[in-house]
Each structure stands twice: as C-alpha cells, then as structure tokens.
C-alpha cells in the first residue's frame, strides 16, 4: 500500500535517528494513512487519506 495521501500529497519522509553517543541510523517518518470511504462530486469512492485531513474536515466521510 502505498503510503501516500490522495488529498495533501503527504508521504514518507526520511532522516536520522540520533542517539545519545551521536550516532545515525536511518530511518522513515510515514504519515498515518487509512483507507477510508469518502464522497467527492456526489459518487462514493475508497481513497487513501491521512488522519490530520481526516480531523481538520477536508473530506467528507461516506457512512
């Protein structure tokens, strides 16, 4: 599944983790993206919609 919102665009991201002693290891940030049942233009369709636009009402949610 790929990680990738369908509404802000948002995807994984990558940098270091960095611990104490300075040391990096690389790692991902993924954003949380479910799979939701939405209404665009009328019709319900899946789409793949990370939780912060799932909160701030960007898309309507199908019941």
């Keep these: 599944m790929a ?3 369908e509404i ?3 995807s994984p991201s990558t940098g270091n983790t960095v611990s104490h002693s300075n040391k990096k290891n690389k ?5 949380n993206v479910q799979k939701v049942r939405v209404i665009v233009n009328g019709e319900v369709k899946r789409m793949r919609v990370c939780t ?6 960007k898309v ?4």
């Excluded at 790692?27 to 954003?31: G, M, V």
């Excluded at 309507?60 to 019941?63: E, G, L």
């Design 8 to 10: 802000c665009g948002k």
């Design 27 to 31: 790692r991902w940030w993924k954003p």
């Design 60 to 63: 309507q949610r199908a019941v």
């Design 52 to 57: 912060s636009c799932l909160k701030a009402g």
């Design 3 to 5: 990680k990738v919102c």
